[in-house]
Every structure is written in structure tokens, then in C-alpha cells.
């Protein structure tokens, strides 16, 4: 029976699929994509039964999708931290492990079905998804130095960063060949001292793009919210995302939104909740026809220019109080 492996393209998809394949080692077939193509499970043909995992991507956004799969005999394997919809699928065929909460992430969640297996891949993901507190103790508990714990920062929040981007072209390396060049490595910290070309690399992108986001103009800021304005090209499609990270850290008190230019007129738009309140990112962003996410971190695929202004008004308001 063939095996599908479906994984959103950021560090936290990676890593979860990551950790099932060194606990279980297998043939697969890969469905993934930049981090917001999240309407992957389509792509698994349901043609003849299969075994699917599903990681990292919202069961709301793929539901029509799963029940196509289920109806044909494959067996689903669901684990994610996002909104799921009202309810789960009732098929014996359906496991989940789902759960929504702001201080965990799908990587975790593989984590603890794992028995902690290998645990530095998960802090390496919960970096990478803004979850810092959570990778600090995380890092702590296991024993970590403090060097460890922030070569395992940095290589969550660069594979995270690799994600983003309208399409693969923006990117500097396909999730699907970051995943195989990161499964090779037990632990992320031998892959860390090895240093290999491809690793530099993404770590230089990082650092460049980054450079050039922190300079964006402010397109909106009151003692709630900001919102940064990232123009038309490829570096700030692929930096959008932890450029959003970073800014929330350095205003835990307030949302950070980044609005990057898509089209004449069209915005991609990716949204943070304030990291002392980490909730409502997603109830902002489903205000929009093309919005989803989670409590802590959301986004919005394709804002119309013209609710541009209807955006920020949503955004100023609704920390405000």
C-alpha cells in the first residue's frame, strides 16, 4: 500500500515528519509546498486505498479532501495545532492528534506521541514557530547549553524562514529537500557542527533578507498593533514571516502584522498576536475571504487592496480594548 507524506513547507511540518521517519523509516511519497500552500491533501490521489499523514496543515482548510481520502479506504494519520472545524471526522479509519492551544505546535505534538525520541528536532521546530518561551524550558529541561539551544534557534527559525514565498521560486531550497537533507541527522545538532554548504547558505539568506525587513516602512502603529509594508519582490515574500516573528518579540504588548504587495492589487498578509496575549491572529484573519491560521499566528493569502484600510481598522481595533 503506498505511503503519502503531506507536511506544510515551515520548520514546523518539516521537523514533525522529520521525527515519524527516523521513529519509522519508510518509502514515501512527499506532498508539500511553500508554507502557505496548505490545501495539500487534494493532491493525494484517492484513487485506491493508501496510507496518508497529515501534518502541520489545518483539517478546516482540507476537510472535503480528508472525507474524499476516507470514502476510498485510506487510512489518515492527522496531527496539527491549527483550527479544525466544528467537528472530526467519524471514521475508524481517522486518527488525530489535534490540539489548538498557543504554546504548542504540531512538532511537540509528534514529540509526545514519540515518547520525546528525538526531542531536539521539536525545539528546534518550536523555535521556529515563535514558541521561544516554550523552547527555552524545552532546551532546560533536556540539559541543553546555552550554545545548543541557540544553534537549535537558529536552524528553526531559518528553516521556518525557507517557507515563505508566493511560490518554490522564491524560496532558496524546496521544503521537500530540506526535509531530506534534515532526516539524515538524528539529532539537528549534528547536522549544525557539520555545516554543510547548503546550511550556510540559508543561514546567509536569512540574515540578509532580515536585514532588509527590519529597514521596511511602517504602514500603521498604535499602543496595540504595528504594521509593516514589504514591496512586490522575493526577498520580502520570503522574509514576511519571521520578519513578523521578530517584530512581535521586540513588542511583546502589541499584534505585528506584515503586509507584503502581491499584485497591483493584491496583499499577502501574515499576522501576529501580541506575544503577551497569543490569541486572535486567526479570528482576524478569518474576517477575510482568504484568511485562516491559528490564535497565535495567522495570515491572509490574498487581501483585495480596496479592504487594505478595512484590515487596518480590524487590526487597530481589536487588541485595543
Not at 255 to 266: L, Q, R
Amino acid at each position: 500500500m503506498q505511503t503519502y507524506d503531506v507536511f506544510n513547507g515551515d520548520a514546523d511540518g518539516i521537523c514533525a515528519l522529520i521525527q515519524l521517519r527516523l521513529a519509522e523509516p519508510a518509502e514515501t511519497t512527499l506532498i508539500t509546498g511553500v508554507k502557505r500552500d496548505i490545501a495539500l491533501v487534494q493532491l493525494v490521489p484517492a484513487s485506491e486505498p493508501a496510507r496518508v499523514n497529515i501534518l502541520d496543515i489545518s483539517l478546516d482548510k482540507n476537510r472535503d479532501a480528508v472525507d474524499t481520502l476516507l470514502a476510498a479506504g485510506c487510512s489518515v494519520f492527522y496531527v496539527d495545532h491549527h483550527f479544525p472545524g466544528d467537528d472530526l471526522p467519524d471514521s475508524p479509519n481517522f486518527t488525530a492528534l489535534i490540539d489548538t492551544q498557543p504554546t504548542t505546535c504540531t512538532s511537540l505534538l509528534v514529540d509526545r506521541h514519540l515518547g520525546g525520541r528525538f526531542h531536539n528536532w521539536a525545539i528546534a521546530a518550536a523555535f521556529g514557530d515563535n514558541l521561544n518561551a516554550v523552547g527555552e524550558e524545552l532546551a532546560s529541561k533536556a540539559g541543553l547549553s546555552s550554545d545548543q539551544t541557540e544553534a537549535l534557534k537558529t536552524l528553526g527559525v531559518c528553516i521556518n524562514y525557507n517557507g515563505y514565498g508566493a511560490s518554490v521560486e522564491d524560496l532558496h531550497f524546496h521544503p521537500a529537500d530540506v526535509y531530506r537533507e534534515c532526516v539524515k541527522f538524528e539529532d539537528p545538532l549534528e547536522l549544525i557542527d557539520s555545516a554543510p554548504v547548503a546550511w550556510q547558505q540559508l543561514r546567509d539568506g536569512y540574515e540578509a533578507d532580515m536585514a532588509q525587513g527590519l529597514a521596511a516602512p511602517v504602514l500603521s502603529e498604535t499602543a496595540t498593533s504595528l504594521v509593516v509594508k514589504l514591496p512586490d519582490d522575493a526577498w520580502a515574500r520570503r522574509v514576511s514571516g519571521v520578519l513578523g516573528n521578530e517584530l512581535a518579540n521586540r513588542n511583546p504588548d502589541k499584534a505585528c502584522a506584515i503586509v507584503t504587495k502581491s499584485t497591483d492589487n493584491i496583499y499577502l498578509v501574515s499576522i501576529r498576536a501580541p506575544l503577551n496575549n497569543r490569541s486572535g491572529a486567526d479570528e482576524v484573519a478569518r474576517q477575510f475571504a482568504t484568511g485562516g491560521g491559528r490564535k497565535a499566528a495567522a495570515g491572509i493569502n490574498a487581501l483585495p487592496a480596496e479592504q487594505l484600510q478595512a484590515f487596518l481598522d480590524t487590526v487597530e481595533g481589536f487588541w485595543a480594548d
